[in-house]
């Protein structure tokens, strides 16, 4: 079964997908392409594993440690199927990454990875947009470069009856195929994160745990259209806006195109694959 939140009659309320209809507990029904979405789930805490697809340890010529890494994304960094996402001003790398995210159902701590599966609540889509401009000064802790907002858009539904294993992942650009992978690139599944996370995390009911990306993450540009498509899940589409706020000159690290911004930006060391950063105009 899937199910989504949108807005109906001005009230956030969860609906069943019948086809191309949403279908609320009362019987009221509206067009699935017409509907306003919000985040299928509401999270207390939203949990990233880094690199976890081969073929993107493999773009990046990367060594992995034994065991998977972490980062975390504040919940204002939400954002919904059919939302905008923001690229702040001065920005130039903000790049989408389509991932599945699994979606917690009952609260989980100290469990084993075979029994990781049955607190799952279910899956959805996520796309884990990064804004690399200060990957410079948030590396560590990824703050910024992952959790601005509007940088984490889940959608449109929650499946709960859906198998992880051998699914196709793709992401468009205005239509054109950017990434293309299946969930058995990953090094390391969905119940082994959970379970990894919840030894001294305890997870609760509604949280979200992004699983990684396949390769060919890249920059889009204000006015492109970023559609992830998952075998099983459906299709979470957003667009990309230019952000009318800007950011303050006078305070902390300012956006920044070193060697480390552009080559993560652009898949790798652009000096040795030929590739060169983009003009600043």
């Given at each position: 079964m899937e199910t989504r939140r949108i807005l109906l009659d001005g009230l956030p309320t969860t609906v069943v997908r019948e086809g191309d209809l949403l279908v609320s507990t009362d019987g009221r029904r509206v067009r699935a392409d017409e509907a306003e979405h919000l985040p299928p789930c509401r999270p207390t805490k939203i949990l990233c594993v880094h690199l976890n697809y081969?073929?993107?340890?493999?773009?990046?010529?990367?060594?992995?440690?034994?065991a998977p890494t972490y980062f975390h994304k504040p919940v204002s960094s939400l954002n919904a199927h059919g939302g905008a996402v923001v690229r702040p001003p001065r920005c130039r790398y903000l790049n989408y990454e389509g991932e599945i995210a699994a979606v917690i159902g009952t609260t989980c701590k100290g469990v084993a990875p075979e029994e990781a599966p049955a607190y799952i609540a279910g899956y959805t889509i996520a796309n884990d947009?990064?804004?690399?401009?200060?990957?410079?000064?948030?590396?560590?802790?990824?703050?910024?470069?992952?959790?601005?907002?509007?940088?984490?858009?889940?959608g449109p539904g929650l499946v709960d009856d859906w198998d992880p294993r051998g699914k196709r992942i793709r992401t468009y650009v205005n239509g054109e195929l950017r990434q293309d992978g299946t969930t058995d690139e990953m090094i390391w599944d969905v119940a082994y994160l959970v379970a990894d996370l919840a030894r001294t995390i305890t997870l609760e009911p509604g949280d979200v745990v992004l699983t990684g990306t396949p390769a060919n993450s890249r920059p889009?540009?204000?006015?492109?259209?970023?559609?992830?498509?998952?075998?099983?899940?459906?299709?979470?589409?957003?667009?990309?806006?230019?952000?009318?706020?800007?950011?303050?000159?006078?305070?902390?690290?300012?956006?920044?195109?070193?060697?480390?911004?552009?080559?993560?930006?652009?898949?790798?060391?652009?000096?040795?694959?030929?590739?060169?950063?983009?003009?600043?105009?």
């Open positions: 081969r073929s993107r340890v493999e773009e990046f010529g990367a060594r992995l440690g034994p947009f990064g804004l690399h401009d200060f990957r410079d000064t948030d590396a560590g802790s990824m703050l910024r470069v992952k959790g601005s907002d509007t940088l984490c858009p889940l889009v540009e204000p006015g492109d259209v970023v559609e992830v498509e998952v075998e099983g899940l459906g299709v979470l589409r957003n667009h990309v806006v230019e952000g009318d706020v800007p950011i303050r000159e006078d305070v902390g690290a300012q956006p920044s195109a070193s060697e480390e911004v552009v080559s993560t930006a652009l898949g790798g060391d652009w000096e040795f694959r030929g590739i060169r950063p983009p003009r600043r105009d």
